[in-house]
């Protein structure tokens, strides 16, 4: 689809999406506005759609603040995903970013979290019931 | 002063009737409506800068006195404005040796007030400011402690700035009351205004009122001080607002965590202005009180306004908010919170944090 390329070049200094094997994982690397986060969010579940994925990783760990509009975002997309069959784990929030949203009042509590892609992984593999799929990995 | 305390020293204190205090004072002055809304948020700005170095009572005179003053000072902008707009390139001509005599004015008038200290505090003060020295290397010499150095240095500095005021302006103080009132300005020793009745002599005596606004409204004597003013009207400034927020703040010793701290507080702040309101503005600042450094951020919009002030900054409750989260969040983040704000004009945020030793 040519309108899905288009769109991944014009941001993909800020995102990427990647495939791997079952699952999807989206990092964002620089501050989006809302816009951009908006187009982010629907990039990711139109490529959900189409690859038919199981599980989807939101890597941002490069994001110095995630305020209300920014962690309703995310929320969204997880319910979004879950929606489309496919179970999100965040990963990477850092512990300043972490702290600050607790004083905001912010919860992501209906929503997975992992300290890293590799956590991430695991926490996706037991989630999906993929546990064997990966065998490097082998169950957790 | 606890962060309760203060919100309910603002929102008990009178400030909720400031707005349609300024608006009267404003509205019998000039008739555009545009222009009185602008100065009536102007106005309330400067306010809410000064409030932490005024007494409450003298929170309402303070901001007649300074409606006054911003009336004045645009009927004169209108008019040289009218006076010069044929010849504005000649204009920007001339202003170069006028510039270089107002800096022979201003070195006139820090020397005069230099020499109107005491000689110990004059010696402490340029120690300190000018070679250098440190407040516990200045206590350790004079057997004394950091803190009370600070402390002394904080009541020279606002005394530094009221004689030179008084030298710049070459103004004639007409009563005895004059000298200790603007003093207890400078320094923002609140107790001493309210013995003063500083806020009754405002509104009473001319030379006082010109002078206070140079006084509060200031940017604390600091040598990176630089004050960002970003413009809001768009969701692409929310990121941008909130990294200048950032880097103004990195350049004093805040934590990692303060600054992700005061960056998420923008952000909800001014997405707040994105979505609630026309368009507004962010200003962001270094300051300073007797004993350490802070930041200091005014949000103010031109929108709605907040119908009930105290339920918005209720938890769980939205009006402003819309996200749930809102006001009562972004107050947990900052040491410093209040609000302004007039319905159907716009609402003026003030917030601050400061530098944990
Ligand atoms: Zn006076």
């Known amino acids: 689809m040519a309108t899905v390329n288009q769109t991944e070049q014009a941001h993909q200094i800020s995102v990427s999406i990647l495939r791997q094997g079952a699952y999807l994982i989206a990092s964002i690397h620089a501050a989006l506005d809302d ?54 784990v965040i990963v990477g929030i850092q512990p300043d970013v972490a702290f600050a949203m607790v004083h905001l009042g912010i919860h992501l509590e209906d929503v997975h979290t992992a300290l890293g892609l590799e956590e991430g992984l695991a926490r996706l593999d037991e989630l999906t019931g993929a546990g064997g799929a990966r065998s490097a990995r082998g169950s957790a | 002063m606890g962060i309760e305390a203060l919100a309910d020293r603002q929102l008990t204190g009178g400030l909720a009737e400031l707005p349609a205090l300024i608006r009267r004072v404003v509205a019998s ?240 702040v001014v997405r707040n202005i994105v979505r609630f309101a026309d368009h507004g503005q962010l200003r962001v600042r270094v300051i300073e009180d007797a004993a350490r450094r802070g930041l200091l951020i005014v949000a103010r919009d031109v929108g709605p306004g907040i119908p009930d002030v105290d339920r918005a900054l209720r938890d769980g409750y939205s009006t402003y908010g819309g996200l749930g989260i809102g006001l009562p969040g972004v107050r947990r983040l900052m040491d410093e919170f209040s609000i302004a704000s007039e319905l159907g004009k716009g609402t003026t945020i003030t917030m601050a944090k400061w530098v944990h030793a």
């Open chain 1, 35 to 88: 816009e951009e986060l908006g187009r982010f969010q629907r990039d990711l579940i139109r490529q959900i759609t189409k690859s038919r994925s199981r599980g989807v990783i939101i890597d941002v760990g490069a994001l110095d603040v995630l305020d209300s509009f920014g962690s309703c975002t995310l929320r969204n997309l997880a319910l979004m995903a879950r929606l489309q069959g496919a179970v999100t």
């Open chain 2, 29 to 268: 002055r000039i008739r555009d409506a545009n222009a009185i809304d602008d100065l009536v948020q102007e106005t309330l700005a400067r306010v809410m800068t000064a409030q932490a170095r005024l007494d409450d009572s003298a929170l309402a005179p303070y901001a007649v006195v300074v409606a006054r003053n911003l009336l004045s000072a645009q009927w004169r902008q209108d008019v040289r404005f009218k006076q010069h707009a044929h010849r504005l390139i000649d204009l920007t001509d001339a202003s170069r040796p006028e510039d270089q005599v107002l800096q022979r004015e201003e070195s006139r008038a820090v020397a005069s007030a230099l020499a109107q200290l005491p000689e110990g505090e004059r010696q402490t003060l340029i120690a300190h400011e000018v070679e250098g020295q440190a407040t516990s290397d200045l206590a350790a010499k004079s057997g004394s402690t950091a803190g009370a150095v600070a402390a002394q240095l904080h009541r020279t500095r606002a005394k530094l700035r009221v004689e030179y005021l008084l030298a710049l302006e070459r103004t004639r103080l007409p009563t005895e009351r004059c000298r200790p009132v603007l003093l207890s300005l400078s320094g923002g020793e609140r107790r001493r205004q309210r013995e003063l009745d500083a806020a009754g002599h405002l509104l009473e005596c001319p030379e006082c009122a010109g002078l206070s606004g140079p006084l509060l409204d200031r940017l604390d004597g600091h040598p990176e001080g630089e004050e960002a003013i970003i413009a809001v009207r768009s969701d692409r400034d929310v990121v941008r607002a909130r990294q200048r927020g950032r880097e103004i703040a990195a350049q004093i010793d805040f934590s990692s965590t303060d600054l992700t701290l005061i960056a998420t507080a923008i952000s909800e």
